[in-house]
T-cell receptor, first 113, second 110 residues
Framework: DGGITQSPKYLFRKEGQNVTLSCEQNLNHDAMYWYRQDPGQGLRLIYYSQIVNDFQKGDIAEGYSVSREKKESFPLTVTSAQKNPTAFYLC????????????FGPGTRLTVT | GQQVMQIPQYQHVQEGEDFTTYCNSSTTLSNIQWYKQRPGGHPVFLIQLVKSGEVKKQKRLTFQFGEAKKNSSLHITATQTTDVGTYFCAGGEYGNKLVFGAGTILRVKS
């Protein structure tokens, strides 16, 4: 069953802690993306990766970091430098970078108190 | 940079009424995509339009791409409760990333 998995679905952390969100895909897609969604708002691009070992900042990269060591995996770390980390985080992938159809994972809802 | 504006932000309709959401880009697009996100869910791809003036239909949903390839609309005929959710447009720039609109939240009263 092909698709994108994100874990966990809900995550709670204390302020000042770094936290890593998992994203795995078995669609053999080259490009992967991380978005942040706040209530009543659209999708804002955090980071994207076109190929293994390469990634680029999106519109709101400050306070976040990523890695792309394997084609299937694109984990996102929310660092303590991110001032408002509580949000819904969505991972997506597409055949290649550009304006291609994106497939989204189920998302991780992060709450930092 | 490219901006994609979507209106309205929110619409509440009676079941059976029609619904339309509009998307406008500040730049000419290579394509426009539409996604639906059910409450508590994740965005799911609905359709992609590529050609100027293109119109595509999916059952009660009609998608249009403007002649100048800078605007688009999604029209739902005779809404049903299963149509509730947030509808996003996403504009693709030539050789560049996809930019999402803020979405239109649709609520349907039965």
């Amino acid at each position: 069953d092909g698709g994108i998995t994100q874990s966990p679905k809900y995550l709670f952390r204390k302020e000042g802690q770094n936290v890593t969100l998992s994203c795995e895909q078995n669609l053999n897609h080259d490009a992967m993306y991380w978005y942040r969604q706040d209530p009543g708002q659209g999708l804002r691009l955090i980071y994207y990766s076109q190929i293994v070992n390469d990634f680029q900042k999106g519109d709101i990269a400050e306070g976040y970091s990523v890695s792309r060591e394997k084609k299937e995996s694109f984990p996102l770390t929310v660092t303590s430098a991110q001032k408002n980390p509580t949000a819904f985080y969505l991972c997506a992938s597409s055949t290649s970078r550009g304006s291609y159809e994106q497939y989204f994972g189920p998302g991780t809802r992060l709450t930092v108190t | 940079g490219q901006q994609v504006m979507q209106i309205p932000q929110y619409q509440h309709v009676q079941e059976g009424e029609d619904f339309t959401t509009y998307c406008n880009s500040s730049t000419t697009l290579s394509n426009i995509q539409w996604y639906k996100q059910r409450p508590g869910g994740h965005p799911v791809f609905l359709i992609q339009l590529v050609k100027s003036g293109e119109v595509k239909k999916q059952k009660r949903l009609t998608f249009q791409f403007g002649e100048a390839k800078k605007n688009s609309s999604l029209h739902i005929t005779a809404t049903q409760t299963t149509d509730v959710g947030t509808y996003f447009c996403a504009g693709g720039e030539y050789g560049n990333k996809l930019v999402f609109g803020a979405g239109t939240i649709l609520r349907v009263k039965s």
